[in-house]
């Protein structure tokens, strides 16, 4: 039986924008908007914040705690050793890659990519970003990927500035991996239009 896992990556330390998920969108935080709409998710069986140890961190733990969700610390700059140890925590079979810069995150989109990888056979999906001819706003979708997928480009990858950005690896390699985008609907068919937050300005 498939535990399928949502791990949101996090942490309070960003270079481009310090403390950002601390930073207010109307009456919420970003860490707080992302918890809430994960938590719609019908399909996810768990749902994992994965920080770091840095004591700066502590805020998006109480966070975390606040939603009931689970917290996994680990490494900092190999966020990918991060979430590799969290997925093997948490025994998760397969993975809903969720980043911290994405406070509109899409529960229905989620449910989709989930949906989709488990009626196909293939190593990662997305629906997050416009590549293969898939174009979407970018800020509402999310990345799925078994764990055989993640061992692999968790034991092959050694670059550290790759690792930092988890998948970055299988699209480096992608002739080896069998990609799948997930087209969730009409309507978000604008790749020029970011709905993610690096920066102050965005």
């Known amino acids: 039986m498939s535990n399928v896992v949502g791990i949101i990556q996090s942490r309070m330390d960003s270079r481009r924008f310090p403390k950002k998920m601390s930073a207010k969108l109307k009456d919420a935080t970003i860490i707080e908007w992302i918890l809430k709409r994960v938590l719609k998710s019908k399909k996810l069986d768990k749902i994992v914040l994965a920080t770091t140890r840095k004591k700066s961190d502590n805020f998006l733990v109480s966070a975390a ?64 970003q416009s590549r293969l001819n898939f174009k979407c706003v970018d800020g509402f979708g999310a990345e799925i990927f078994n764990f055989k997928t993640l061992d692999k480009i968790n034991s092959d990858e050694k670059s550290i500035k790759i690792r930092e950005h988890v998948t970055l690896s299988i699209w480096k390699n992608k002739l080896k991996y069998k990609i799948q985008p997930v087209y969730s609907g009409t309507g978000l068919n604008y790749p020029k239009i970011k709905f993610d937050v690096n920066t102050k300005r965005d």
């Open 65 to 128: 705690k606040d939603h009931r969700v689970s917290v996994f610390r680990g490494e900092s700059e190999d966020v990918l050793d991060r979430y590799y140890k969290a997925a093997k925590f948490y025994k998760a079979n397969i993975i809903v890659r969720i980043c911290g810069d994405n406070p509109f995150i899409d529960p229905n989109m989620i449910d989709k990519l989930i949906q989709n990888f488990a009626s196909k056979k293939y190593d990662y999906g997305f629906n997050h």
